[in-house]
């Protein structure tokens, strides 16, 4: 018995030790947003500043179009999350209930197209995008983002899963395909839906390579990217950084802490049965 | 009354058939066209930004002249892949990203297989702690090297700063060209902890607890259970996940990039092969160059997940063997 506590004792006292270092980089740049600006580099940060400055995260507000970056992430993501939903439905449908010519060469296809790491295409990419004259435009951004084979993969396994007496039935009461997919399909794989959208707007908000390489223009830049351009314009005045950093971080983190359980079926279904 | 209900049955019995029907059929030309209505958006998207320029990549990897503004290509051939193994700075990129990955894919995936395992164990804190070690996730990874950039510091640097109470002297982790790759490893084992202990955990789950539980019975010992039951059913588990921890770290760009504030560090010392891909196209304009350092990594990281297909086919030969 005594042996079990004592396990039980290290098991927790570890467990802590590590959430404590991962929680300490979150812990430090909150900390640091608060204190006064420009005197960290001087006098030693403290954990407990003795006056909080609140008011860093205005001057951050005005000293860079954080808004404006605010509002170009969030279309940017919304529009490659809302696209991306309605093209994989559409063809995980097609894929799984629809017969035609070529579906298992097709299916084989983007099985192995999900091979090919996305850097491979960045550059070539970016040839298509200015052949289009697109770059440095919101198309830029978003177009290509467009389909995910990964989600068309993730949602016709969860199509696939479900039973096809409810298709029977959906057909018996009159329903068409359209209607079937929309009202019924759609509506019951619902957990599965929200937990590959949520994945993909993590990914798109933390993008940073693409919107870093397609935008040059102050107005087009996303938060990631408007974070780089602020460190460069700042310097060294890790107050204000830090409380960019912490609007930047933020959305996501009350988002993940709503949906946590989501996220963590959506990661541990995609990953196992592929 | 009853006419009324044999009508409605049989237009039941047509339904169901046509159902049937449409679930076992064969394509038609008809059904074919039905399916490609469903499957334009994602095609055409698919087509332009995924197909073509997978092709389009080895192809601009060959051209050995080539103009990007008036697209004209003068010559093809093996030029590109020369000159990169010759380049000091792509060996040196190589160097770097196996170092990388030799040293964080170990380290991240043994802590988040003991963290799992903790978790597992730990009743009322389990969906604490799960939620605490996924945060950085979640996280953007410029934000995460920016603020790491910040615990790095020589001056005011909170980890020279702790250092500093055992009497350490402060390193200068961000611009001693000895420290800095350490720093990003750092970086990317903080980061990569929380996937991998979500999918230990799955694997964990996954595991029928009667086994643990005969073994116990048995008198084993709790290393001899994890060592004789739970290691060998996770192994499946853990080849996944020891593959995308390696494809993770052979692709690490925005750490570097928000680190070292848009270098790669001091004297290039971690410089990355995403890293010198970037610093080829967009610094120096070399489309060529840098298409050939991503067909390398493609080979690269292709293989590594061929191998584990290989593997995966192999144990399930196995398996049905048995």
């Known amino acids: 018995m005594m042996r079990h506590y004592l396990a039980v004792l290290t098991r927790t006292f570890f467990l802590t030790l590590g959430a404590v270092l991962i929680l300490l980089p979150f812990a430090w740049m909150f900390v640091t947003s608060l204190q006064p600006a420009a005197t960290t580099l001087t006098i030693p940060t403290t954990w407990l500043p003795k006056s909080l400055q609140w008011l860093n995260y205005w001057h951050v507000w005005q000293a860079a179009p954080f808004a404006r970056y605010c509002l170009n992430s969030l279309l940017v993501t919304a529009a490659t999350t809302v696209g991306q939903l309605i093209t994989s439905i559409l063809a995980a449908f097609a894929f799984t209930y629809l017969q035609f010519y070529g579906r298992r060469t097709l299916f084989g296809l983007l099985i192995a197209l999900m091979l090919v790491p996305g850097e491979l295409l960045l550059i070539p990419n970016f040839v298509t995008l200015a052949q289009f004259h697109w770059v440095d435009t919101y198309a830029a951004l978003i177009v290509p983002w467009l389909a995910s084979v990964f989600m068309v993969v993730a949602l016709h396994q969860a199509f696939r899963a479900q039973p096809a007496t409810l298709y029977i039935a959906a057909h018996l009461d009159g329903a068409s395909d359209w209607q079937y997919l929309w009202h019924v399909l759609v509506p019951t794989t619902r957990p599965i839906i929200t937990a590959v959208a949520l994945l993909q707007v993590i990914a798109s908000w933390n993008a940073f390579m693409w919107p870093l390489i397609v935008t040059n223009s102050d107005k087009l830049r996303t938060l990631p990217i408007g974070l780089i351009t602020f460190t460069t314009a700042e310097g060294a005045n890790y107050p204000l950084l830090m409380a960019a950093t912490v609007c930047v971080i933020l959305p996501l983190l009350i988002l993940y802490l709503g949906l946590q359980k989501y996220l963590v079926m959506g990661i541990s279904t995609t990953h196992l049965k592929g | ?322």
């Open chain 2, 1 to 322: 009354m009853y006419h009324k209900a044999v009508i409605y049955l049989t237009a039941l019995a047509g339904a169901f058939g046509r159902v049937m029907l449409m679930l076992n059929a064969k394509p038609s030309v008809k059904s074919t066209l039905k399916a490609l209505l469903y499957l334009t958006p994602f095609l055409i998207i698919t087509g332009i930004f995924a197909v073509w320029p997978l092709i389009h990549a080895f192809l601009i990897s060959s051209y050995t002249h080539y103009n990007y503004y008036t697209n004209q290509v003068g010559a093809i051939g093996w030029g590109n892949f020369v000159t990169l193994w010759h380049d000091p700075t792509f060996q040196l990129a190589c160097r770097n990203t196996l170092l990388l990955v030799l040293i964080v894919m170990p380290i991240t995936v043994l802590l988040s297989l003991l963290i799992a395992l903790g978790i597992n164990h730990s009743r009322h804190l389990a969906g604490f702690f799960r939620t605490i070690y996924f945060l950085p996730f979640v996280t953007s990874t410029v934000a995460i090297g920016l603020v790491w950039n910040w615990l790095f510091r020589l001056d005011g640097g909170l980890l020279n700063r702790f250092l500093g109470y055992f009497g350490i002297n402060a390193i200068d982790w961000l611009n001693d060209p000895h420290y800095a790759l350490a720093a990003l490893m750092v970086v990317c084992v903080w980061q990569g902890l929380g996937v991998n202990i979500i999918l230990f955990l799955a694997g964990l789950n996954h595991i029928d607890q009667r086994y643990a539980v005969i073994a116990t019975l048995d008198g084993a010992s709790p290393w001899q259970r994890f060592t004789n039951v739970t290691g060998p059913l996770l192994l499946p588990i853990t080849v996944l996940i020891v593959v995308n921890t390696s494809i993770t770290n052979f692709k690490v760009f925005d750490q570097v990039y928000a680190l070292f504030h848009g270098t790669a560090g001091p004297s290039n010392a971690d410089l990355t092969l995403m890293y010198y891909l970037y610093q080829k196209f967009y610094v120096e304009n070399q489309f060529t160059l840098a298409a050939a350092s991503g067909v390398v990594l493609f080979v690269l990281v292709g293989s590594l997940t061929l191998l584990t297909y290989g593997y995966y086919r192999h144990r399930r030969r196995q398996l049905g063997g048995r």
